[in-house]
């Protein structure tokens, strides 16, 4: 079957510039974390990356490690991109990473140029890609000098392997410093990618003031907290879930607790007067910021995007809308 993307695909996403840059991004990115390793389907992966296209969804967002197991998710992309999408090419944006534990050694994790640069090429090879559009450092290294990480990044730039960098999960002196180092290298930070949603707010605290003052865009990561914020678990935990097959290992204490429960049943309340569903207002939620340029989610099945897209039909929240969920939030 040859994939030919729907020709309405542009016709009602509105792109959000990514900060100061000349880069435009999708409100709602695609994010490659679970649901397209090699434990998955890749025809079910195949299939949610045509939806996503079809919807206008430009940006795909991987990582070294994600699968499980650790690359596969950039095989099964790579092979869906060499069937499907290498004609579109210059019509995507596909982001990778480092920065957690990739391969044994001293080499394979954290901020190295040694690492950086080799995990890099490895990810370029997995993807069948000559360059990611994007390269992330994963996660802020304490013992490698940051002049050094993000001097990796700019090489990485200037050797053709990425056309632009960004950082994840930095706090916000971290994410200022390196803003500052890139600034002089020449490379500028285009992209932060930190976690935000309705359970998990910190970029609320001093981050985001960075980011605006610096024009460095944000692409906030797990917006339904990987699924809690739906009312997927509002009766019972689905065998196909990601909290049933991930038991326990579900990462940023994204526990299916009763007290978070009860929380969702009552925000489900004020999304279904919205006319929406839970997970389209907790994605409309962190789109509600302008510093917010794309809310980057996951899906296992094709109606998690097309519920995600139908989202932005409705992003505004009034005063009112906004002080009860406040008063949720906080209780
Ligand atoms: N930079 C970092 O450190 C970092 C860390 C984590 C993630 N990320 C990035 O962020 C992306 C998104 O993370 P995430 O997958 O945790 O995002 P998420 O959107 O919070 O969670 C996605 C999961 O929620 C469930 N879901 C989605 N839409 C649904 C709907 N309409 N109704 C019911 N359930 C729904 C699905 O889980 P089921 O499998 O249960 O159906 C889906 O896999 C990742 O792929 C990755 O690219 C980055």
Same mark, same amino acid.
């Given at each position: 079957?040859? =994939?030919? !993307?729907?020709?309405?695909?542009? #016709? ?21 974390? &679970? ?7 890749? /025809? ?16 795909? #967002? ?11 998710? /950039? ?25 957690? #534990?990739?391969? !044994?050694?001293? &080499? ?22 000559? =360059?990611?559009?994007?390269? &992330? ?26 056309? &632009? ?38 970029? $609320? ?8 003052? +610096? ?7 797990? !917006? ?44 489900? +309340? ?19 910021? !302008? ?28 005063? $009112? ?11």
């Amino acid at each position: 079957m040859t =994939y030919l !993307p729907a020709e309405t695909r542009y #016709d009602n996403m509105q792109y959000r510039r990514c900060g100061r840059s000349g880069l435009k991004l999708p409100p709602v990115s695609l994010g490659l974390w &679970y649901n397209f390793g090699g434990v998955d389907v890749l /025809e079910n992966g195949r299939a949610i990356l045509h939806r996503a296209f079809d919807l206008g969804i430009t940006h795909f #967002d991987l990582a070294n490690n994600y699968g499980p197991p650790y690359g596969s998710a /950039e095989e099964n992309f790579g092979r869906i991109f060499a069937k499907d999408f290498k004609p579109y090419r210059d019509q995507l944006i596909i982001s990778s990473k480092a920065g957690y #534990d990739m391969w !044994p050694g001293p &080499y394979g994790e954290w901020g190295s140029r040694k690492y950086l640069v080799a995990s890099c090429d490895q990810s370029l090879k997995r993807m069948g890609l000559d =360059y990611v559009d994007i390269f &992330y450092h994963h996660r802020p290294d304490p013992d490698t000098p940051l002049e050094e990480t993000m001097g990796a990044l700019d090489f990485i730039v200037r050797s053709g392997r990425a056309l &632009y960098v960004g950082i994840s999960t930095y706090n916000p002196e971290q994410t200022r410093q390196a803003a500052q180092i890139l600034r002089q290298l020449g490379t500028p930070c285009l992209i932060h990618q930190p976690r935000y949603n309705m359970f998990d707010r910190w970029i $609320e605290d001093g981050l985001l003031d960075v980011l605006t003052e +610096e024009g460095i865009g944000c692409i906030g990561f797990s !917006p339904l907290a990987q699924g809690i914020l739906t009312n997927k678990y509002l009766q019972e935990v689905p065998e196909d879930s990601r909290a049933a097959r991930y038991e326990n290992q579900l990462h940023w204490g994204d526990k299916v607790t009763q007290d978070r429960l009860a929380k969702v049943r009552r925000l489900n +309340e004020i999304a279904q007067a919205r006319g929406q569903t839970m997970a389209q207002m907790a994605i409309a939620w962190t789109l509600r910021l !302008p510093a917010v340029t794309s809310s980057l989610i996951g899906a296992s099945k094709i109606r998690h995007v097309e519920e995600a897209v139908a989202a932005l039909d409705n992003l505004t929240f009034s005063e $009112e809308e906004t002080a009860v969920i406040e008063n949720i939030l906080a209780e």
